[in-house]
């Protein structure tokens, strides 16, 4: 009995994930596209420095677009010169690595229930999917944070200069995808520096301090453009004031099944439902 409900554990840690996977896969092979991917698509129809040029004028960062150029090339050819599957494709991968890394790396760092949850968020919120597959930079965002976060775990608990590069070079990657990437590694760091004072850990902090000094230097020539952009959006940027209201939108908004109440409530109580039973199975184990 017990090898069977080991064996049915397993089962369950690789056959939902990987099935949640080919099943976004799928809406990958549609045409159908919105007006930001199809300036991602007029993005990439461009040479490699008209993508820089042109990028600076916008408010992204451009490695986006430079990667996902250089991926198409590679790919077209296997998907009949489709460029927007091709693109589809692409926003699809990091969502791929992720999985792996979360076999991979989150197991071994948080257990096995933690990377299958991780899975299962990753794969399982609606808007999460729906963004899985656009043709922008948001799952290559999401991964490069993701890469970042378990560099400094590792870092955390071997201290090697090979980890505190790693860090530092999906920092960097972070910020040249998207702003707000950069923003959460930013977060991550004035924590991490907010730690390291508290512990008075102050050889562990200079080596933080050099890998920002090191962030800071591999971003200036793209600073620059950041404040142009800054300068150009900050009259007229499309995203409202924070209210307490704008807030609560925030939290429901990725369980949020194509504006239907009735799916979204499903999912709330199922949350809610796993919430309580994770409290109390752990009361006795922890504060």
């Given at each position: 009995?017990?090898?069977?409900?080991?064996?049915?554990?397993?089962a369950?840690?690789?056959?939902?994930?990987?099935?949640l996977?080919?099943?976004?896969?799928?809406?990958i092979?549609?045409?159908?596209?919105w007006?930001?991917?199809?300036?991602?698509?007029?993005?990439?129809?461009?040479?490699?420095?008209?993508?820089?040029?042109?990028?600076?004028?916008?408010?992204?960062?451009?490695?986006?677009?430079?990667?996902?150029?250089?991926?198409?090339?590679?790919?077209?050819?296997?998907?009949k010169?489709?460029?927007?599957?091709?693109?589809?494709?692409?926003?699809?991968?990091?969502?791929?690595?992720?999985?792996?890394?979360?076999?991979?790396d989150?197991?071994?760092?948080?257990?096995?229930?933690?990377?299958?949850?991780?899975?299962?968020?990753?794969?399982?919120?609606?808007?999460?999917?729906?963004?899985?597959?656009?043709?922008?930079?948001?799952?290559?965002?999401?991964?490069?944070?993701?890469?970042?976060?378990?560099s400094?775990?590792?870092w955390?608990?071997?201290?090697?200069?090979?980890?505190l590069?790693?860090?530092?070079?999906?920092?960097?990657?972070?910020?040249?995808?998207?702003?707000?990437?950069?923003?959460?590694?930013?977060?991550?760091?004035?924590?991490?520096?907010?730690?390291?004072?508290?512990?008075?850990?102050?050889?562990?902090?200079?080596n933080?301090?050099y890998?920002?000094?090191f962030?800071?230097v591999?971003?200036?020539?793209?600073?620059?453009?950041?404040?142009?952009?800054?300068?150009?959006?900050?009259?007229?940027?499309?995203?409202?004031?924070?209210?307490?209201?704008?807030?609560?939108?925030?939290?429901?908004?990725?369980?949020?099944?194509?504006?239907?109440?009735?799916?979204?409530?499903?999912?709330?109580?199922?949350?809610?439902?796993?919430?309580?039973?994770?409290?109390?199975?752990?009361?006795?184990k922890?504060?």
């Open positions: 009995m017990d090898k069977i409900i080991n064996n049915l554990k397993k369950i840690y690789y056959i939902i994930p990987i099935g996977f080919i099943w976004c896969s799928q809406m092979f549609n045409d159908s596209i007006l930001d991917e199809a300036f991602s698509l007029s993005m990439i129809s461009q040479g490699f420095i008209d993508i820089i040029k042109n990028t600076a004028i916008d408010v992204h960062p451009p490695l986006y677009y430079i990667i996902l150029k250089s991926f198409t090339w590679g790919i077209n050819f296997f998907l010169d489709n460029i927007i599957w091709a693109s589809k494709c692409f926003s699809m991968l990091p969502i791929l690595l992720l999985i792996i890394i979360s076999y991979k989150i197991s071994k760092i948080f257990g096995k229930r933690t990377a299958f949850l991780f899975n299962i968020f990753i794969l399982g919120m609606p808007q999460i999917i729906k963004y899985a597959i656009e043709i922008r930079m948001y799952s290559l965002g999401l991964l490069f944070v993701t890469l970042f976060y378990i400094y775990i590792k955390d608990k071997e201290n090697t200069n090979k980890n590069c790693k860090m530092t070079i999906y920092a960097a990657l972070s910020a040249y995808t998207h702003y707000f990437a950069g923003v959460s590694v930013g977060c991550i760091y004035i924590i991490v520096l907010i730690e390291l004072l508290i512990k008075k850990d102050y050889r562990r902090l200079k933080i301090i890998s920002l000094v962030l800071f591999s971003y200036l020539p793209w600073l620059v453009v950041l404040g142009k952009q800054i300068f150009v959006v900050k009259e007229s940027y499309w995203i409202e004031n924070i209210t307490s209201d704008t807030i609560k939108e925030f939290l429901k908004y990725p369980y949020i099944v194509n504006s239907s109440s009735i799916l979204t409530n499903i999912i709330k109580i199922l949350l809610l439902i796993t919430l309580i039973i994770i409290v109390l199975k752990r009361k006795d922890y504060n």
